[in-house]
């Protein structure tokens, strides 16, 4: 009370003194009566009016659990005067010791809340290691506190933490190295990375039977120094001895056994040291247009995969076949060099000699054409066409009769029959042969004999070009003639039957047969009668003069007094 501590530090009043007491204790109601009371219930005393709140995991225990004789000090046992301690609430301090063990055996002193909360034992508040004598650095700050205090030899149930010895590395860490370094780890290494060995150590590679050279002076010691023991031999007579051979043996049936200074230098894996003059030597000499070219167009670049013993017996081993496979069948069977150098793939050596042993030999105005006016990009997009199926003329040519001739008039020769053929020569299109017009359907007779192709096959357009000219005309006269008798001798819708009377021989109607013809019949005198002394009318048909032969009178009267 003296001090302002604790309960009755807090409620008792101070003007009152000990005349206060009674507010709470009352007396003289027997030697059993507690003469004490409680304004609430001791699950409901607000313990922040003893000045030591119930906080973190204080807040759910039980009143018993810390008021109890085993947590009350020697010292204050004589002085309290219940004789059964369980049963006061006094002797008790705020400090964790009178109620929780030293699980760290008076090591760091008394202050418990400098590393730990009411909240939890674990885990620890924010202890600043950089307070100690061994501050952490580098790697050391991401260790748990357990890899480095381990349990004391005394007493294994206590963890270690003074008296440790730091002065070295080798306190904690094993030396790798089995003693091959005299002077300490700092010298080489840091705190940081242990791997990233300081290049200003000191030590002189070159003093060693392997002065590091060229790419040699950057890699890390234990890429070659597998083990960390530097007093182990590192076998290094030849680069695959440390490395892998990234062309997975391709060279090893070489003198030198594939080893990878033949091509290769300690300054750089790139560029190589084997050149097209090296190349001179392999079995695939470099000639004409291969020279100069670029290794990875043929070795093509995949890692430890490259493959530098390709296939060349044949060109499409390394190109690609330009023309899709149209010559793989015999005799070419795809052999590039009987038409390509290695000098340049343009131009071929394929001669007009060689056409004439193709499938088509190149006869009369053929032989002058250029390849590239029969043999132009069509089915294949990345090439030409060589092989056709259809060698008829129509194959490349336009029909320019549009299709009026049909494949039952073929006559041309055995090796490529066609129907133009019928007609055409192959040294010139305008120069025609001597054509069989039976073959038409339309044999040519009398006054016919002597017409021009273009008398009878008019073209279209009179300022056309000849591929304009129909070819496949009707037989009738009237296609080519003009009815001269205003279509008195038509049929119904059909033409007039010329032949009745007219000849191919000659104009005048010789051959119409006034009996059969007609229902006149010129017996007796009319017989020597010309036509024209009974078939005298005559009438104008668009504007054209026309003697009448239909509806001429047949009484006497009309032709004689």
């Known amino acids: 009370m003296r001090q302002h501590e604790g309960y009755h530090g807090r409620v008792v009043d101070r003007a009152k003194q000990d005349q206060d007491c009674a507010r709470c204790h009352t007396e003289h109601y027997g030697e059993d009566f507690r003469i004490y009371k409680w304004e609430t219930s001791k699950e409901e005393f607000d313990h922040r009016q003893t000045g030591y709140p119930l906080l973190g995991r204080h807040a759910g225990l039980h009143c018993e659990q810390c008021h109890n004789a085993k947590h009350i000090s020697q010292a204050d046992r004589r002085q309290i005067k219940v004789s ?36 939890g034992w674990k885990p620890l508040k924010s202890f600043d290691h950089s307070t100690t004598h061994f501050p952490l650095t580098g790697k050391h700050k991401d260790v748990e506190c357990a890899k480095c205090h381990h349990p004391a030899a005394s007493n294994a149930k206590v963890v270690q933490y003074t008296g440790l010895s730091f002065a070295a590395c080798t306190g904690c860490h094993k030396d790798p190295h089995r003693g091959a370094f005299a002077a300490r780890c700092e010298g080489c290494h840091n705190t940081d990375v242990w791997k990233q060995v300081r290049i200003s150590n000191g030590f002189d590679h070159a003093t060693t039977k392997f002065p590091l050279e060229g790419k040699h002076r950057d890699v890390a010691c234990l890429k070659c120094h597998r083990d960390s023991n530097f007093k182990t031999p ?40 084997f050149t097209e003059a090296s190349h001179q030597a392999t079995a695939y000499p470099l000639t004409g247009k291969h020279q100069g070219m670029a290794c990875a167009k043929c070795h093509t670049p995949a890692a430890p995969g490259t493959n530098y013993h390709p296939r060349f017996k044949a060109c499409l081993d390394c190109h690609k076949d330009p023309h899709a496979g149209q010559f793989a069948s015999a005799p070419r069977a795809n052999r590039c060099e009987a038409c390509h150098t290695v000098n340049g793939f343009h131009p071929a050596t394929f001669s007009l000699r060689d056409h004439q042993n193709s499938r088509f030999a190149l006869n009369g105005a053929h032989a002058a054409v250029a390849c590239q006016d029969c043999h132009q990009k069509g089915p294949h997009a990345d090439g030409w066409q060589f092989h056709f199926g259809n060698l008829a003329c129509v194959g490349c040519h336009q029909d320019p009769h549009h299709g009026d001739f049909p494949t039952a008039m073929a006559a041309g020769s055995q090796a490529a029959p066609d129907v133009c053929e019928s007609c055409h020569g192959l040294a010139s299109w305008q120069r025609l042969k001597s054509f069989d017009h039976a073959q038409a359907g339309f044999p040519l007779t009398g006054a016919h004999l002597v017409l021009g192709c273009l008398d009878c096959h008019r073209p279209l357009n009179p300022a056309g070009r000849p591929r304009q000219i129909p070819f496949k005309t009707s037989p009738q006269c009237a296609s080519c003639h003009e009815d001269i008798h205003g279509g008195q001798f038509q049929s119904g819708g059909d033409s007039a039957d010329c032949a009745r009377c007219h000849t191919t021989s000659r104009w005048l109607a010789t051959g119409f047969d006034h009996e059969t013809g007609s229902t006149f019949s010129l017996r007796g005198a009319h017989l020597d009668v010309p036509c024209r002394m009974c078939h005298k009318a005559e009438q104008s048909v668009a504007g054209r003069t026309i003697a009448l032969y239909k509806g001429t009178p047949r009484e006497c009267a009309s032709c004689h007094r």
């Open 84 to 119: 059964d301690l369980n049963k006061t609430f006094e002797g008790l301090h705020p400090a964790c010791q009178p109620c929780h063990a030293d699980p760290h055996g008076g090591q760091l002193g008394a202050d418990c809340e400098k590393c730990h909360s009411v909240a």
């Open 234 to 273: 590192v076998a290094h007579q030849k680069c695959l001895d440390c490395h892998q051979d990234k062309h997975q043996g391709q060279f090893l049936h070489r003198a030198d056994g594939g080893d990878c200074g033949s091509c290769h230098t300690a300054t750089g894996w790139r560029p190589s040291t």
